[in-house]
């Protein structure tokens, strides 16, 4: 008997091991069955290194959510890879209302399994309890899901997590975290902390359960009569850096989002027919691009699997290094008069600067320098190191942003460089944007 629970023990953290992929959340929207927007978000994806992406499904019985579904599906079937459902409960609270989807797709040859099971996850509890799951999960029948839904709004997570795996841990197999991904919610600067994570990773895995870990860019919302910023600056760069120096502990992690504009935390490429109007003045692809952050995504996703930690990054095999520099197109006090919802709420977490991350090589470094320019000045210039470098480089002045990489020993010849598509004004017009203008380096 000692023995048979020895080797389940084994077994379980084994697997908890051996997991260590890398998912993405995307948000379910109307998609054009007349392009090829589900392909190529699918493509991306899988070039990037993710294994699969979160389908957050808040509407699962509308039919512009089950075409889009469908389109996705086909796409990752036809292109080696993987999908899951996110229960969205802040939209559709039963979770009931989504079985029928479940059941239509958790047999698919694209649907992601670990452990050899289907798995699920959600959005938020909305005050449901370890009966209702275990029920709802139970109604499948032979079917039992890996089931790692973000429960973090439900009593003691946060402040007793071993209390709370003991009381839910028949009904889950890991736990996800969505809050910890950005700093807490304030109207200073903060940095990010990885201090709650550890709490509940431990709580996790002393239970047998996985747990997968937020990493996101920032938040800012300009939707809905809401209007709020959450650094933001280098908190993407920041976080990597805490999920890999926790080694092999974090067994999934979760990229905050593949295409959320209204939340303004996407890296793929916004398909604007599933977006709202009013999401497009701040989030779009032309000034609002995001798609330059992704190089430095996939160097992340490869030490994760790796279990390195981010000086072990490295850039694609081909690339002595790449990266991106992001910053808003105004300043944090500027008065946004244009505005009707006037400056956001957590304005003063944010900082006046030029963030950049670059994952370099190991060789050929030694006399190449990284310059920050800032409305005409030269704000930063940096040696660069193998790995991720990363930095916050404060003086954002009015005028265009732009970052080079130099060659010292070839009279400062630009090597790579990169210039943002939007100036930096005084005041805004019309909008108060606090989403991140990104641009990546080109040769």
């Given amino acids: 008997m000692l023995k048979g629970t020895l080797v389940a023990a084994v077994a379980a953290l084994a697997h908890l091991a051996a997991a260590r992929d890398v998912f993405a959340h995307y948000m379910v929207q109307g998609l054009d069955g007349r392009t090829d927007h589900a392909v190529q978000d699918v493509k991306d994806a899988r070039d990037m290194g993710i294994a699969a992406f979160a389908l957050n499904v808040g509407k699962p019985k509308d039919g512009w959510a089950t075409?889009?579904?469908?389109?996705?599906?086909?796409?990752?079937?036809?292109?080696?890879?993987k999908l899951?459902?996110?229960?969205?409960?802040?939209?559709?609270?039963?979770?009931?209302?989504?079985?029928?989807?479940?059941?239509?797709?958790?047999?698919?040859?694209?649907?992601?399994?670990?452990?050899?099971?289907?798995?699920l996850s959600t959005f938020s509890a909305q005050k449901t309890d370890v009966s209702y799951w275990t029920t709802f999960l139970g109604s499948f029948g032979q079917t039992k899901f890996y089931f790692v839904p973000n429960f973090d709004d439900t009593p003691n997570y946060f402040d007793n997590p071993s209390k709370w795996m003991q009381d839910w841990g028949k009904a889950i197999d890991g736990a996800f975290t969505w809050e910890t991904a950005w700093p807490r919610n304030s109207d200073k600067p903060s940095n990010v902390s990885a201090s709650q994570d550890d709490k509940v990773l431990k709580a996790a895995h002393g239970a047998k359960k996985a747990?997968?870990?937020?990493?996101?860019?920032?938040q800012y919302k300009h939707w809905t009569g809401q209007h709020w910023y959450?650094?933001?600056?280098?908190?993407?760069?920041?976080?990597?850096?805490?999920?890999?120096?926790?080694?092999?502990?974090?067994?999934?992690?979760?990229?905050?989002?593949?295409?959320?504009?209204?939340?303004?935390?996407?890296?793929?490429?916004?398909?604007?027919?599933?977006?709202?109007?009013?999401?497009?003045?701040?989030?779009?692809?032309?000034?609002?691009?995001?798609v330059a952050w992704q190089p430095v995504f996939t160097s992340f996703i490869y030490a994760f699997n790796k279990g390195l930690k981010a000086g072990g990054m490295r850039p694609p095999a081909d690339k002595q290094f790449v990266g991106s520099m992001w910053y808003r197109t105004i300043k944090k006090d500027a008065s946004c008069q244009?505005?009707?919802?006037?400056?956001?709420?957590?304005?003063?977490?944010?900082?006046?600067?030029?963030?950049?991350?670059?994952?370099?090589?190991?060789?050929?470094?030694?006399?190449?320098?990284?310059?920050?320019?800032?409305g005409g000045n030269l704000i930063r210039q940096v040696a660069l190191q193998p790995g991720l470098n990363y930095?916050?480089?404060?003086?954002?002045?009015?005028?265009?942003?732009?970052?080079?990489?130099?060659?010292?020993?070839?009279?400062?010849?630009?090597?790579?460089?990169?210039?943002?598509?939007?100036?930096?004004?005084?005041?805004?017009?019309?909008?108060?944007?606090?989403?991140?203008?990104?641009?990546g380096l080109d040769k």
């Fill in 391 to 439: 930095g916050s480089e404060p003086g954002l002045a009015t005028g265009p942003q732009y970052f080079e990489v130099i060659d010292t020993a070839n009279n400062n010849k630009i090597v790579m460089s990169g210039k943002g598509r939007v100036d930096v004004k005084t005041q805004s017009t019309g909008y108060c944007n606090f989403n991140y203008v990104v641009t």
């Fill in 230 to 290: 959450r650094p933001g600056e280098v908190n993407m760069p920041q976080r990597m850096t805490e999920i890999l120096d926790m080694g092999d502990r974090a067994d999934f992690v979760e990229i905050i989002t593949w295409n959320d504009g209204g939340e303004s935390h996407y890296i793929g490429t916004l398909r604007m027919e599933g977006i709202d109007k009013s999401m497009v003045e701040y989030a779009n692809n032309d000034d609002y691009n995001h």
């Fill in 67 to 81: 075409d889009a579904i469908n389109q996705l599906f086909t796409a990752a079937k036809d292109n080696n890879f």
């Fill in 211 to 218: 747990y997968m870990m937020p990493l996101s860019t920032l």
């Fill in 84 to 119: 899951f459902f996110s229960l969205d409960l802040a939209q559709t609270k039963d979770a009931y209302a989504y079985s029928a989807l479940i059941k239509q797709y958790e047999g698919h040859e694209a649907y992601y399994k670990a452990d050899n099971r289907p798995f």
């Fill in 338 to 374: 244009s505005d009707a919802l006037g400056r956001p709420g957590g304005a003063g977490a944010a900082r006046d600067a030029v963030n950049w991350a670059i994952v370099a090589a190991d060789y050929g470094l030694e006399n190449l320098r990284l310059q920050i320019w800032s």
